[in-house]
């Protein structure tokens, strides 16, 4: 299955920004289909926004307008941006691959197996 590394969380301010990344392993990000997921205590891991190959993205309820999904072609990377954070946002953030028809036609972003990295934690405190 394919890797991913996950950075830049860390702790920010209710209403502050933040910016992750998704490093890929071994293929061509503009190839396939990422999308972002999070996990608080307690909780179900829930998706958050994912992109598909030709650039069109799906964000969660929770999410949309205030997250920001995107991808560099050149390097193997796609970003998040947080902005307008709230507590509830408050999670263990990861990056799979995840299917580009259930994206495309349907809303959703669903997980390709269940290969999970260790993800890049993001506290929302004051």
């Known amino acids: 299955q394919l890797q991913f590394v996950e950075s830049g969380g860390g702790l920010v301010q209710p209403g502050g920004s933040l910016g992750l990344s998704c490093e890929a392993s071994?293929?061509?990000?503009?190839?396939?289909?990422i999308g972002w997921f999070r996990q608080a205590p307690g909780k179900e891991r829930e998706e958050v926004a994912c992109?598909?190959?030709?650039?069109?993205?799906v964000y969660a309820s929770s999410v949309k307008g205030r997250f920001t999904i995107s991808r560099d072609n050149v390097k193997t990377t796609v970003y998040l941006r947080l902005a307008t954070l709230l507590p509830d946002d408050t999670a263990i953030y990861h990056c799979?691959?995840?299917?580009?028809?259930?994206?495309?036609?349907?809303?959703?972003?669903?997980?390709?197996?269940?290969?999970w990295g260790q993800g890049t934690q993001v506290t929302v405190s004051s």
């Open positions: 799979a691959q995840v299917n580009p028809i259930r994206a495309i036609t349907s809303n959703k972003c669903v997980p390709i197996g269940d290969n």
């Open positions: 071994g293929f061509a990000i503009r190839d396939y289909s």
């Open positions: 992109i598909v190959s030709d650039g069109g993205t």
